[in-house]
């Protein structure tokens, strides 16, 4: 409140002299500002701390020895994990009221998953990618802009041949983001038919083997279209037939783990022919 006072001076002889009037005012302390706790994960933009008041202080201890800075915005500067706590008041009319406690804390970021690149065949099914971790995002883009699915197992939807690469990160309960690690699918495409040339021989005679060529060198020979009993591998292939007949085979070749389409080989092994008796007239 404000109180008023008046003070008369008494001199050596004992007289008053003119009574003099002084106003004192006893100023109430400020009420504490408010301000909230804020978070961050590492890396990312720091905020600053924000207090309500007027002329505000801040201070880095809890005895209020150390200002670190003043007005309602805090740049802290603190840029590593951990939890960061700051004192701040307000003054009004010269007289600071009592501080509270702020802090920042900055989060570390959780680990990247783990996830291993996959192949598949064109036309084949396209295996799904598959991170482990909790939370995981896939990105098609290094910069992490564009997000194509969440959770441990992305289906890309290729089937194109190609290779595909996409991006994928933990985010844990603090909502902070890990590294991004890359993953690529492979779908391998290999569409050419090897070459084969169909075979004769005569019954009795040296049955020739089965020839294919291609790109490399690996070829599977099937004994039926469908491609289900294999019947030998590589080239020549020696198909120990010996009798008379039409032999039909289907070779492919394999390159990346893909098999081309089957080409078509014959072999045709001929009977002898019968002249019957020769009479002599």
Do not use: K, M, R
């Amino acid at each position: 409140g404000t109180y008023t006072i008046t003070v008369i001076e008494t001199d050596a002889n004992g007289c008053l002299g003119a009574p003099v009037t002084v106003d004192v005012t006893v100023n109430p302390l400020p009420t504490a500002t408010t301000a909230s706790n804020q978070t961050a994960c590492l890396g990312s933009s720091i905020p600053d701390l924000v207090a309500i008041g007027s002329n505000v202080t801040w201070y880095s201890d809890a005895a209020l020895t150390t200002v670190v800075g003043t007005g309602n915005n805090l740049a802290t500067g603190q840029t590593t994990v951990g939890v960061y706590t700051y004192y701040v008041t307000e003054s009004l009319n010269g007289c600071e009221g009592p501080a509270i406690s702020v802090t920042l804390e900055i989060y570390a970021l959780p680990i990247a998953p783990t996830a291993s690149n996959q192949t598949a065949c064109f036309g084949s099914s396209i295996p799904d990618l598959t991170a482990s971790g909790s939370n995981v995002t896939w990105y098609s883009d290094a910069a992490l802009t564009t997000a194509v699915g969440t959770g441990n197992n992305l289906a890309t939807g290729q089937t194109a041949a190609g290779v595909y690469t996409y991006y994928a990160t933990n985010t844990d309960v603090n909502g902070c983001e890990s590294s991004a690690i890359s993953v690529t699918l492979t779908i391998n495409s290999f569409t050419t038919i090897p070459t084969a040339t169909n075979q004769t021989a005569c019954f009795g005679s040296t049955i020739p083997d089965l020839s294919a060529s291609g790109i490399g060198t690996s070829f599977t020979w099937y004994s039926d279209a469908g491609l289900t009993v294999v019947a030998g591998t590589g080239s020549p292939f020696s198909t120990g037939q010996t009798a008379v007949g039409i032999y039909t085979y289907y070779v492919t070749e394999s390159q990346n783990g893909c098999e081309s389409p089957a080409a078509t080989v014959v072999l045709e092994i001929y009977s002898i022919p019968n002249t019957g008796p020769i009479n002599h007239w």
